[in-house]
Nanobody
């Protein structure tokens, strides 16, 4: 049984930073794509960032490019999302997701496993 467990969310002032973690268990993800999505109140879930676990290549939503960094720790089977220069519009529940394949996609339907989400609130 694959499990993804997010942590690291919280309340931060605009301009601040948070680091989200997603610990994977049940299998190793050495040849899989993993991503972060978010869902703000009243809005649809959207792609934020993803990483090809085997190559390390990263992908970002345009509005977070340069502020967010996705990375992975193979030994810990964990993926991170470092979020800097946070803005109130970044407020959302952030979800970790994993694919069974290597190819990164930005669509929600392309991911096979999901975490329970962690709340990020950015105050102005």
């Amino acid at each position: 049984q694959v499990q993804l467990v997010e942590s690291g969310g919280g309340l931060v002032q605009a301009g601040g930073s948070l680091r989200l973690s997603c610990a994977a268990s049940g299998r190793t993800f050495s040849s899989n794509a993993m991503g972060w999505f978010r869902q703000a109140p009243g809005k649809e879930r959207e792609f934020v960032a993803a990483v090809n676990w085997s190559s390390g290549r990263t992908y970002y939503k345009e509005s977070v490019q340069g502020r967010f960094t996705i990375s992975r720790d193979d030994a810990k089977n964990t993926v991170y999302l470092q979020m800097n220069s946070l803005k109130p519009e970044d407020t959302a529940v952030y979800y970790c997701a994993a694919r069974r394949t290597t190819l990164v996609v930005t669509s929600i339907s392309g991911y096979d496993y999901w975490g329970q989400g962690t709340q990020v609130t950015v105050s102005s």
